[in-house]
């Protein structure tokens, strides 16, 4: 599962053109919780690979051709089976950035509506 940018991008819009509190705290909460459920399977797919990327550290081996098999297997089995570890982790990069600018966006838009706060506490990042 990547991150999907168009839900940030299409909560702002939502969000800045609400006219009432209890639109911008519905939006809120649904784009929190579509964004919860991305990350929640960014991690799993990190999970996945966790216990593989511990092999792909060369063991301390004195046999040579044991460290030659290691090496082998390392280069041509392990490094390409995690290599979609590296999407994973820019989308949780690129995540934070977008729950940063849509935590702007809720504030912009809150500001304009008397008696309207939101709560940020709920950031599937923090």
């Known amino acids: 599962m990547a991150f999907n940018p168009e839900i940030i991008s ?3 819009v939502q969000i800045l053109a609400a006219e009432t509190c ?3 705290q519905k939006i809120k909460g649904e784009v ?4 919860q459920d ?3 399977g960014l991690n799993e797919q990190l999970a996945v690979v966790k216990p593989v990327l511990e092999l792909l550290e060369n063991p301390a081996a004195e046999l040579p051709k044991i460290i030659s098999w290691i090496e082998k297997f390392i280069t041509h089995f392990l490094t390409p089976y995690v290599k979609p570890i590296e999407t ?12 940063a600018d849509l935590e702007s966006a809720l504030v912009q838009a809150a500001s304009k509506i008397e008696n309207c706060t939101v709560d940020l506490t709920k950031n599937p990042i923090s």
């Open 10 to 12: 299409a909560a702002k």
């Open 22 to 24: 209890d639109e911008i």
């Open 32 to 35: 929190l919780d579509a964004l």
């Open 38 to 40: 991305q990350l929640d």
């Open 88 to 99: 994973a982790v820019q989308d949780v990069a690129a995540m934070a950035q977008a729950i």
